[in-house]
């Protein structure tokens, strides 16, 4: 979670840039991706996380975040929970 909320906006914009290193935002337009079009991952995808220095494991565990996330996300919008009025400030 972020509380950085030019990020926040510049990610669901898809232009990145808000003070984040080359490496963070490969990072996020991988966990994008993963998010919005998992099927459309592909091998260039994982040539760019390493080399913009991500090892495997750390690729498996950017993949493994985003989708728990996704995950997660799913399983509350399924069920209609609703956040706590303290959290609302950090959605969408």
Same mark, same amino acid.
Request: aromatic share 4%.
């Given at each position: 979670m972020t509380k950085n909320k030019k990020l926040v906006e510049e990610i669901?914009?898809?232009?990145?840039?808000?003070?984040?290193?080359?490496?963070?935002?490969?990072? %996020?337009?991988?966990?994008?991706?993963?998010?919005?079009a998992?099927?459309?991952v592909s091998v260039e995808d994982i040539h +760019?996380? +390493?080399?913009?220095?991500?090892?495997?494991?750390?690729? %498996?565990e950017i993949n493994l975040a985003a989708a728990y996330m996704n995950f997660v996300n799913r399983v509350v919008l399924g069920l209609g929970v609703e956040l706590e009025e303290s959290r609302e400030g950090f959605t969408r």
């Open positions: 669901c914009s898809g232009e990145m840039g808000a003070g984040v290193s080359e490496k963070q935002v490969e990072m %996020l337009r991988y966990a994008v991706k993963v998010t919005q998992p099927a459309t +760019r996380l +390493r080399q913009n220095g991500f090892s495997d494991r750390g690729i %498996l």
